[in-house]
């Protein structure tokens, strides 16, 4: 549950994200809850003093990290969401994410995906580095690591939905797995993330 304290040390951490994300959430909320849904999100949000604006969410703004993760947390309080969920947000963002589709045609093929890598981190937020540690063009096996981004651990959850989305450009809509599996939350130095095609 989301509590003054919880608010408190999110707010306080140094870091700041797109606030496209808000509008991508949105999204997600509108066509699974309808307005009725969003409204309740909005009221929640409201009611603990979390300044966001799911409407007014503007792609190139940057907002507080915390922010982003007080967002999620909402959303599953609020509608009770399990972990699939939380990974099926992640998937549904980078289709309704404007600056994803300007990206899109880097990552149309494979060894582009894994070389923006780098850079399409830095586009999106300011701290952290996500770097690709091992590639094979042939089967099209990934492993990337997430370094320096200690924020909270529902976002290890939503990359795995995200990261999926963002390979599968790559190798074919629905063609692609990713599984986190090393966490900075479980003692490892990094977040690392293996992604393969379904055979
Ligand atoms: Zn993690």
Redesign the pocket.
């Known amino acids: 549950m989301i509590n003054k304290e919880k608010i408190e040390e999110l707010m306080s951490i140094n870091g700041q994200v797109k606030d496209v994300v808000f509008q991508t959430d949105a999204d997600y909320i509108l066509k699974k809850y309808g307005e009725e849904g969003l409204a309740k999100l909005e009221k929640k949000a409201e009611e603990l003093n979390i300044p966001i604006n799911y409407k007014e969410a503007n792609s190139l703004k940057l907002c507080p990290i915390g922010l982003r993760v007080l967002s999620l947390l909402l959303m599953r309080d609020v509608f009770g969401l399990s972990d699939s969920e939380i990974r099926e947000i992640g998937y549904s963002a980078p289709a309704t994410s404007f600056v994803v589709k300007l990206l899109m045609r880097f990552l149309s093929s494979f060894s582009r995906l894994a070389k923006e890598v780098p850079n399409y981190w830095k586009n999106h937020y300011t701290i952290g580095s996500l770097e690709s540690v091992y590639l094979n063009e042939k089967t099209k096996d990934l492993i990337v690591h997430?370094k320096d981004f200690k924020v909270d651990?529902i976002?290890?959850i939503y990359?795995e939905g995200y990261f999926r989305r963002i390979y599968e450009f790559a190798v074919g809509f629905g063609n692609g797995e990713c599984k986190?599996t090393?966490?900075?939350?479980?003692g490892?130095p990094y977040?690392e993330y293996v992604f393969r095609t379904r055979k």
């Open positions: 997430l651990p976002l290890c990359f986190e090393k966490c900075m939350f479980k490892a977040h």
